[in-house]
């Protein structure tokens, strides 16, 4: 009997942590389910496989870093590290380096995408540099996958360098400095979220710099006045990205201390499996163009699943019909689902697996929402910025779950849940889903539809008959639903009400 009551006890879980780890699952699962097929089937079934080209090799970037990250933590922090720290310091600093360098030289010089149309380089199957049309590779993506791994080498080196010297292997929870980096990080992206609203790029462009506003002329070259309100934006957010990354490798690295024997491994098993994914993604971009050459070509399946539009351009007019879109959008979303129910019926025997993967994914899912957005489309201008800020937003997510998961089947209470504790938790999770499907609806991107209108500019904002007229609903929404959200949490978390 006492067992039992020890095993019981073991289980039980706060209410207030388990809505994140809901809210958690309920992202990821949303993502891998739901809007990662759907970006891959219209990629796939645009009129030109050239968006296609640049989300796969973005994708590849994404997992491939993620997996060359854990590799380094694996060999820096294994019971038995199998490589010096500073080697991993001096890489880490030069990829860093070198990805500022691709950035700033790709939007300096406007060579963002490679190669360019006037690019004749063993020209095969139409293409500009080998079957490669124009805009295959996106610079700025393959610098920020440079940035990302080079700082978070740096960061694991420094912090094998300092456990080298101390013995203390304990877990001190959310320090002083992980807070401070939370606290900078959030702050900073509400306080740009609300200032985009009000003061849109194009318009504060115009208001200072009349005579160069927005368009790229020979007077003005590429250094216009959008060009510098865009940098200042954008290195604003990625201060608050960095923050918040930082924050989120220092509170994993502090959660695994103690338990390196038992995370390690389900550590590493996540980080093996992110490689081949990444050379799939890899491959396709790789490939792409041959295979829907010789696909068109075979009788009964290029016309089923293979669109042209010239016949005299194939396969550079060419793009999936919906079918095709169709059967690997099931495919991403089979595999999605079959991960998640995986995750759900291990979480009793493997939860560290469970958890650390879970911690990674959401991660990597952040991050790639920022490298296959990470292109300026005159269709969607503000684009890149929205998925800096949707990149933020998902690792600031990631942090909290990380918090939370110290002792997160620790009793912090034997208040049982009640009416008031219903409402409350039925409230605050549907406070979170209408937020957050309002904070969805500010990204222009073309994959998505707005459900709630945005468009910044109210304040400072291009003024013109042609010009889309400022909504500042989708803010709204965000603003007034998550501060409810966030006091009915608080009274959750108050009251200590247990599973």
Same mark, same amino acid.
């Given at each position: 009997?006492?067992?039992?009551?020890?095993?019981?006890?073991?289980? $039980?879980?706060?209410?207030?942590?388990?809505?994140?780890?809901?809210? &958690?699952?309920?992202?990821?699962?949303?993502?891998?389910?739901?809007?990662?097929?759907?970006?891959?089937?219209?990629?796939?079934?645009?009129?030109?496989?050239?968006?296609?080209?640049?989300?796969?090799?973005?994708?590849?970037?994404?997992?491939?870093?993620?997996?060359?990250?854990?590799?380094?933590?694996?060999?820096?922090?294994?019971?038995?590290?199998?490589?010096?720290?500073?080697?991993? +310091?001096?890489?880490?600093?030069?990829?860093?380096?070198?990805?500022?360098?691709?950035?700033?030289?790709?939007?300096?010089?406007?060579?963002?995408?490679?190669?360019?149309?006037?690019?004749?380089?063993?020209?095969?199957?139409?293409?500009?540099?080998?079957?490669?049309?124009?805009?295959?590779?996106?610079?700025?993506?393959?610098?920020? =996958?440079?940035?990302?791994?080079? %700082?978070?080498?740096?960061?694991?080196?420094?912090?094998?360098?300092?456990?080298?010297?101390?013995?203390?292997?304990?877990?001190?929870?959310?320090?002083?400095?992980?807070?401070?980096?939370?606290?900078?990080?959030?702050?900073?992206?509400?306080?740009?979220?609300?200032?985009? +609203?009000?003061?849109?790029?194009?318009?504060?462009?115009?208001?200072?710099?009349?005579?160069?506003?927005?368009?790229?002329?020979?007077?003005?070259?590429?250094?216009?006045?959008?060009?510098?309100?865009?940098? +200042?934006?954008?290195?604003?957010?990625?201060?608050?990205?960095?923050?918040?990354?930082?924050?989120?490798?220092?509170? %994993?690295?502090?959660?695994?201390?103690?338990?390196?024997?038992?995370?390690?491994?389900?550590?590493?098993?996540?980080?093996?499996?992110?490689?081949?994914?990444?050379?799939?993604?890899?491959?396709?971009?790789?490939?792409?163009?041959?295979?829907?050459?010789?696909?068109?070509?075979?009788?009964?399946?290029?016309?089923?699943?293979?669109?042209?539009?010239?016949?005299?351009?194939?396969?550079?007019?060419?793009?999936?019909?919906?079918?095709?879109?169709?059967?690997?959008?099931?495919?991403?979303?089979?595999?999605?689902?079959?991960?998640?129910?995986?995750?759900?019926?291990?979480?009793?025997?493997?939860?560290?697996?469970?958890?650390?993967?879970?911690?990674?994914?959401?991660? %990597?899912?952040?991050?790639?929402?920022?490298?296959? *957005?990470?292109?300026?489309? %005159?269709?969607?201008?503000?684009?890149?910025?929205?998925?800096?800020?949707?990149?933020?937003?998902?690792?600031?997510?990631?942090?909290?779950?990380?918090?939370?998961?110290?002792?997160?089947?620790?009793?912090? &209470?034997?208040?049982?849940?009640?009416?008031? &504790?219903?409402?409350?938790?039925?409230?605050?999770?549907?406070?979170?889903?209408?937020?957050?499907?309002?904070?969805?609806?500010?990204?222009?991107? *073309?994959?998505?539809?707005?459900?709630?209108?945005?468009?910044?500019?109210?304040?400072?904002?291009? $003024?013109?008959?042609?010009?889309?007229?400022?909504?500042?609903?989708?803010?709204?929404?965000?603003?007034?639903?998550?501060?409810?959200?966030?006091?009915? =949490?608080?009274?959750?978390?108050?009251?200590?009400?247990?599973?």
């Amino acid at each position: 009997m006492q067992q039992a009551q020890q095993r019981e006890t073991g289980e $039980r879980i706060s209410w207030a942590r388990a809505l994140i780890f809901g809210v &958690g699952f309920f992202f990821i699962a949303a993502l891998l389910v739901g809007q990662l097929p759907s970006f891959v089937n219209l990629e796939m079934t645009s009129s030109s496989l050239i968006g296609f080209e640049q989300a796969m090799l973005a994708l590849a970037f994404v997992f491939l870093a993620g997996f060359l990250v854990v590799q380094v933590i694996v060999m820096l922090f294994d019971p038995k590290p199998v490589a010096p720290p500073i080697i991993f +310091a001096v890489l880490g600093v030069i990829a860093a380096v070198l990805g500022v360098v691709v950035i700033f030289w790709s939007v300096i010089t406007n060579s963002q995408f490679l190669p360019t149309a006037t690019t004749n380089w063993n020209s095969l199957l139409g293409g500009t540099f080998l079957w490669f049309p124009a805009g295959a590779v996106d610079m700025v993506a393959l610098g920020i =996958f440079l940035l990302f791994v080079g %700082l978070a080498w740096l960061f694991y080196a420094v912090m094998a360098m300092r456990e080298r010297d101390d013995p203390d292997r304990r877990d001190p929870g959310a320090t002083r400095s992980v807070n401070r980096l939370l606290a900078i990080g959030t702050l900073m992206l509400v306080f740009f979220m609300l200032f985009f +609203a009000f003061v849109s790029p194009n318009g504060l462009a115009t208001q200072l710099s009349p005579t160069c506003p927005i368009a790229a002329t020979a007077k003005c070259g590429v250094f216009t006045g959008l060009f510098w309100v865009n940098t +200042a934006y954008n290195l604003f957010l990625s201060v608050a990205v960095i923050c918040l990354l930082w924050a989120f490798v220092l509170r %994993l690295h502090y959660l695994m201390r103690p338990t390196r024997k038992t995370t390690m491994a389900g550590l590493y098993a996540v980080g093996v499996n992110l490689a081949p994914i990444g050379m799939i993604c890899l491959l396709a971009w790789f490939a792409i163009y041959p295979f829907v050459g010789w696909l068109h070509s075979v009788p009964g399946l290029g016309n089923y699943f293979i669109v042209c539009a010239r016949k005299s351009a194939i396969p550079q007019s060419c793009a999936f019909g919906q079918e095709g879109g169709d059967l690997i959008g099931a495919i991403l979303t089979t595999n999605g689902f079959v991960i998640m129910m995986a995750a759900v019926w291990a979480w009793r025997t493997k939860r560290n697996m469970v958890v650390i993967g879970s911690l990674v994914v959401a991660t %990597l899912l952040a991050v790639a929402t920022l490298l296959t *957005h990470s292109n300026v489309d %005159l269709a969607d201008p503000y684009q890149g910025m929205v998925a800096l800020l949707l990149c933020g937003a998902g690792v600031l997510l990631a942090t909290i779950w990380t918090n939370v998961s110290r002792r997160e089947f620790a009793v912090v &209470g034997e208040k049982p849940l009640g009416c008031l &504790g219903m409402w409350l938790l039925v409230g605050t999770a549907l406070c979170v889903y209408i937020a957050a499907f309002a904070f969805f609806s500010i990204p222009g991107f *073309h994959e998505t539809e707005t459900n709630i209108p945005f468009f910044p500019g109210a304040l400072i904002g291009i $003024r013109s008959k042609t010009a889309i007229s400022p909504a500042l609903d989708a803010v709204v929404v965000v603003v007034i639903i998550g501060i409810l959200a966030a006091v009915q =949490f608080y009274f959750l978390m108050r009251n200590r009400y247990r599973v």
